[in-house]
Structures are given as C-alpha cells and as structure tokens.
C-alpha cells in the first residue's frame, strides 16, 4: 500500500470517528434538548398564540386578532400593576451597593470570615415559600417583631406590615433584599478575587485611603460585574411574583399587585386565558426593552 493511499484511509478514519462522536452527542443531547422544547420553548410559543385568542377553562379559544392587548392598554388594571413594578425597583439600588460592601468586607483577611460567608449566603437557599411563611409570622400585628416594638416602647399600637396598603409593599421589599443580598455578594466577591494584588499595592504605595481603594481600584476592576448585577435585579424587581403571592397575594386593596401578579390572577381567579397570556407577552416584551436598554447604556459607560 502506497504512503498517498495510507494517508487517505486514515482521513477516512479519522472523519468516521468524528462523525460517530458527533451522533453520539447529539443522542446524549437529544432527551435534554426534547424536555427544553416541552417545558420552555413550546409553552412560549404557545402562549404567544394564546394571546391573540380568547381562550377560558374549557374553551380552547377562537382567534380575535388584538383585542385582548387593546382591553389591556385601555384597563387600568394592568397599567397599576405596571406602575407597583416600577415602585419595586426601589430594591436594585440597593441590592447593587449593599451586596458590594458585604463583599468587600468578606474580602478582607479576617477572623470568622468563611463564617459569615456562609451565614450570608443562607438566605438564598432557602425555599422562598418557607420565607414567606418565616416573615408572615415576623410581620404579623400579633408577631415577633411587633412584640419586641411594643416591649422597647418604640410603637404604642402594632404596626401593619402586611395589611397597610401604604406599608405592604415596603415590607415585601425587605424580604426580597434579605433574601438577595447573599447572592449578589458571592457575584461581586468573584469579581473582587480577580483584582491583581498588585493594584492594592500601588494603591497602598500612593497613601490611598479604604474608601478611595474601594472608588479607584474596586470599582472600575469589576464594573462587569456591577452591569450584571444590576441587570440581574433590575430583571428579578420586575418579574417579582413568590414573594408578593406567599405574604401578601397581591393586597391589601391590590397594593401589591406587580405585573406578574397581575398575569397570575387574570388567569386562575378570572380565568381569562387568552388575556392572561397576551399581557405576560407584554411584560415579556417590557422586560426585553429595560434589559437591552440597561445592556446599551451600561456598555457605553464602560467603554469610555
């Protein structure tokens, strides 16, 4: 056999192994890649259909072209819930900045610290269901936190964290910090540990002090990491549903009806499908826009 016909067969070869390997992936992708199409790709699609119809239990809905978006535009409904939304967006200022000092002391060579990451973090794993139950009682007018209020002489009547429509959603807020602030420190706490040493150093040699440390070396060095922070919980406000429905459902007088709320009772308390579906792809669209909006204005930021 030739060296030019030995040269051919290994090609061969070689792209027989290939090609083996690739169907040989493709069928270990295929049962994920099925449930991904079940479970998230064709609900999706299925909802967009499902807001153009006027679909109810027991009704597989006929098709009527925009109406569903123009009742949607037009009720007051929806754009209250829109505006709560907004109001909850109070949380990403300080899921940005707190996380971040949370971090930058976790970063700092000191005692227990492996401790307190840990007690940081605990919040995040825990079942955000079993935190509403948690704070339900907190909150309650007969609760732990109005007992110790009322024992320090700080309140003379119990205080309606959950049941003032001027205060309910305020207490909501504090739920979804408590429980974010652990995340978002583990985020900026990478960020942090990619910093080379040798910056602190310089910044050491110059007499910088902590705060300046933290504005001229800290902050620029994980910028990246800010935008996804900030997109992240800008994303997480918007689209806050467990919190609101395990302490509050939406009220009291729907005080706390965000947008996703909203979605969930047109659905399964009027049982409007076909409407439910048609403002959750409005908010997915709302959602799109705020992303790529922060995304753009956040890139030309850190670019110069």
């Known amino acids: 056999m030739s060296i030019q016909t030995m040269t051919i067969a290994l090609k ?3 792209g027989g192994v290939k090609n083996h390997s690739a169907w040989f992936a493709w069928v270990l992708l295929t049962p994920g890649l099925v449930l991904l199409l079940m479970w ?8 967009f259909w499902l807001g153009f119809t006027n679909a109810s239990p027991g009704n597989s809905g006929k098709f009527i072209g925009f109406q569903n978006y123009v009742q949607l535009m037009s009720g007051p409904g ?3 819930s829109v505006y709560r939304s907004l109001e909850y967006l109070i949380v990403v200022p300080v899921l940005m ?20 990451r840990g007690i940081f ?17 907190l909150f309650s007018t007969t609760g732990f936190l109005n007992d110790v209020m009322y024992s320090l002489k700080l309140v003379n009547t119990p205080v309606p964290f959950l049941s003032s429509k001027n205060i309910a959603i305020f207490s909501v807020m504090f739920v979804t910090v408590w429980k974010g602030i652990g995340y978002y420190m ?3 706490l990478a960020g942090l540990q990619s910093i080379p040493e040798e910056l602190y150093d310089a910044a050491a040699l110059d007499g910088a002090t902590f705060l300046q440390r933290v504005r001229y070396v800290v902050i620029p060095s994980i910028w990246p990491f800010m935008i996804y922070v900030m997109i992240a919980s800008t994303l997480s406000a918007m689209s806050v549903f467990t919190e609101i429905y395990t302490l509050t459902g939406g009220g009291p007088l729907q005080s706390t009806t965000t947008m996703l709320v909203y979605v969930y009772q047109q659905a399964f308390s009027q049982y409007k499908f076909g409407f439910s579906a048609a403002a959750g792809n409005f908010i997915w669209l709302i959602l799109i826009i705020i992303s790529l909006a922060q995304f753009w204005i956040s890139s030309r930021r850190y670019s110069k």
């Open 40 to 47: 998230s790709y064709f609900p999706s699609i299925y909802a």
């Open 12 to 14: 061969k070869s070689k």
């Open 97 to 116: 900045i707190v996380p971040l000092l949370a971090a930058v002391l976790m970063n700092q060579k000191l005692p227990l610290t492996t401790l307190f």
């Open 186 to 188: 583990i985020i900026y």
């Open 121 to 137: 973090f605990v919040p995040v794993v825990i079942s955000m269901v079993v935190v509403g139950i948690v704070f339900n009682e």
């Open 78 to 80: 929806f754009w209250d």
